[in-house]
């Protein structure tokens, strides 16, 4: 029954906002850094975004900078992705992962097989 799910994502136009939430059931996210992938088909799992275990440090993919924030609420288990300024290049499905660390690992974003839980994924779609 541990697990993770994602959700929040929609279709939105470009330069619009959407917040995607990662609810965990059956275990606690304290002791979990928490990262965002993305995926689209005919490219390489993308890593978003991580945040420690505390949530006071965060990091991001260049590609997302300036527009993309994690947060996180321990106390309701979950962690959020607020994305603003959306672009079409944006559009994919998205995934909360957990590791059994607190930090968010310098490869963070490249080494998945890190990752202890993984959702199910949430389409978000940027087009006009």
């Known amino acids: 029954q541990l697990q993770l799910v994602e959700s929040g994502g929609a279709l939105v136009q470009p330069g619009g906002s959407l917040r995607l939430s990662c609810a965990a059931s059956?275990?606690?996210?304290?002791?979990?850094?928490i990262s965002w992938f993305r995926q689209t088909p005919g490219k390489e799992r993308e890593g978003v975004s991580c945040?420690?275990?505390?949530?006071?440090?965060?990091n991001y993919a260049d590609s997302v900078k300036g527009r993309f924030t994690i947060s996180r609420d321990n106390a309701k288990n979950t962690v959020y992705l607020q994305m603003n300024s959306l672009k079409p290049e944006d559009t994919a499905v998205y995934y909360c992962a957990a590791r059994n660390a607190v930090y968010c690992s310098p490869a963070w974003g490249q080494k998945d097989y890190w990752y202890r839980y993984w959702g199910q994924g949430t389409q978000v779609t940027v087009s006009s």
């Open positions: 945040i420690n275990s505390s949530g006071g440090s965060t």
């Open positions: 059956g275990f606690t996210l304290d002791y979990n850094a």
